[in-house]
């Protein structure tokens, strides 16, 4: 079955960091991207970052770019996210999926989410 976990959530202060782990499996790697969305009461889902082994590409929602590195495993199948200077706003639960390879916003699996609190 395809699986894709999320972990590395936690309480954490403003200013902080913290790096999530989504662990992948069940399907090819290498043949699709794999993006970070979040939902936090209140607001839409937003996508915060994806990236593309493949294609060589990574992309970053504009509330994070600076602050945030996503990186991929290509060994372990497992993508990061690293979040650096953790604002309260970050506050969500964090979810991956696997996406299109050239089309991030389109997801074909869907992963657990993982939540974060950024607390000021």
């Known amino acids: 079955d395809v699986q894709l976990q999320a972990s590395g959530g936690g309480l954490v202060q403003a200013g902080g960091s913290l790096t999530l782990s989504c662990a992948a499996s069940?399907?090819?790697?290498?043949?699709?991207?794999i993006s970070w969305f979040r939902q936090a009461p209140g607001r839409e889902r937003e996508e915060v970052s994806c990236?593309?082994?493949?294609?060589?590409?990574?992309n970053y929602a504009d509330s994070v770019k600076g602050r945030f590195t996503i990186s991929s495993d290509n060994v372990k199948n497992t993508v990061y996210l690293l979040m650096n200077s953790l604002k309260p706003e970050d506050t969500a639960v964090y979810y991956c999926?696997?996406?299109?390879?050239?089309?991030?916003?389109?997801?074909?699996?869907w992963g657990q989410g993982t939540l974060v609190t950024v607390s000021s």
């Open positions: 990236i593309s082994s493949s294609f060589g590409i990574t």
């Open positions: 999926a696997a996406t299109l390879v050239d089309r991030c916003a389109y997801v074909k699996y």
């Open positions: 069940g399907f090819t790697f290498d043949d699709y991207a």
